[in-house]
């Protein structure tokens, strides 16, 4: 039968699925036309397997109006309560996958898929990352809240304050007041957070809509979706001048954050960008500086050779900046 079909322009391997058997054992049988088949497994019908009626009875049980949208779980149960048994639960949900049923039986919405974001900045004000973390104060149990946005692209902390409330309103406020402090084409812009209620409420939805503004969401239950700040509010917090004891409220907290902000921007070498400052990659002063630096170990290397083993120090500049690193495998 098989080499019947395959001389008709059939495919081997089809038409051996198509009778349950692999390629593999019509190479066997070919090989040795009178040996004995060696199959493993049961060469007859199990004795208590369903019946055709049976396995159809199933399938017309688990798709008729009474119980279309509801899983085997509950067809077992009600089925149970009139004094009917008809197969087990197990052997519901068997049937239906071997029938290719196993799909999303009730009136809601199916999950969609998310797929990871892939945001990717080759220059200051074309996307923008923001979050918000708890800053504690003198009262066991009160917070403040830091709200907090930086370019991806240089790291720079473009926009922050810290509020005694999580709130859509108050990230609107400061989203629409950051575009106009850094003067950036909002509809050239992307902002990217996370899924918390004061990121994806419809006061906040609006005002990007309303500004042009593109907005980008980390996938639900996916914690490493906006690393970048996650990574500044470590560094804000385990900096040496970090507060020892909780301070008082939004005003001591704003103060402090400021003269934060003030040496991350402009002091902090950042590692993520060329081991150079954010405030100086932002204004593309970056470029001639790790210039100067590579033509500085040059030098070096050329007046005393023997201490170099390797080529000295690359100090290159990233062109782009990823939201999310490529796996392993993408690259």
Avoid at 59 to 64: D, K, N, R, S
Avoid at 283 to 299: F, I, N, P, S, T
Avoid at 307 to 330: F, H, Y
């Amino acid at each position: 039968m098989i080499a019947e079909a395959v001389s008709h322009g059939a495919r081997q391997a089809q038409a051996c699925r198509t009778l349950g058997i692999s390629e593999r054992t019509i190479q066997r049988w070919r090989k040795d036309p009178q040996a004995e088949d060696a199959r493993q497994g049961p060469h007859s019908r199990c004795a208590h397997a369903l019946t055709d009626e049976e396995r159809a009875q199933v399938v017309a049980i688990a798709t008729g109006r009474e119980f279309c949208d509801v899983s085997p779980r509950q067809i077992v149960c009600s089925l149970a309560d009139r004094g009917e048994y008809v197969a087990s639960e197990s052997t519901f949900y068997r049937v239906l996958r071997e029938e290719k049923m196993m799909t999303h039986r009730q009136p809601s919405r199916p999950p969609k898929p998310r797929p990871k974001p892939e945001l990717v900045a080759a220059s200051p004000g074309q996307v923008w990352v923001w979050d918000i973390t708890y800053l504690p104060t003198q009262v066991r149990g009160r917070f403040v809240y830091l709200y907090w946005i930086m370019d991806l692209f240089s790291r720079k902390i473009v926009g922050f304050s810290v509020e005694d409330q999580e709130s859509m309103e108050l990230s609107s406020r400061l989203i629409e007041k950051t575009i106009l402090a850094e003067q950036v084409e909002a509809s050239g812009l992307c902002i990217h957070a996370d899924n918390g209620a004061a990121m994806k409420g419809s006061t906040l939805l609006a005002t990007l809509e309303r500004l042009e503004v593109a907005a980008s969401f980390s996938r639900p239950g996916v914690s490493n979706d906006n690393p970048h700040c996650e990574s500044s509010f470590r560094t804000l917090k385990y900096r040496p001048g970090y507060p020892k004891k909780p301070l008082d409220g939004v005003h001591e907290w704003s103060e402090w954050v400021e003269a934060f902000v003030r040496w991350y921007n402009t002091e902090h070498y950042h590692s993520g960008i060329g081991w150079v400052t954010p405030e100086q990659r932002h204004a593309g002063e970056d470029v001639e500086l790790l210039q100067r630096r590579q033509k500085l170990y040059e030098q070096a290397r050329q007046k005393n050779p023997a201490r170099w083993s390797r080529r000295p120090r690359g100090w290159t500049r990233p062109e782009e900046v990823r939201l999310a690193p490529l796996n392993l495998q993408e690259t």
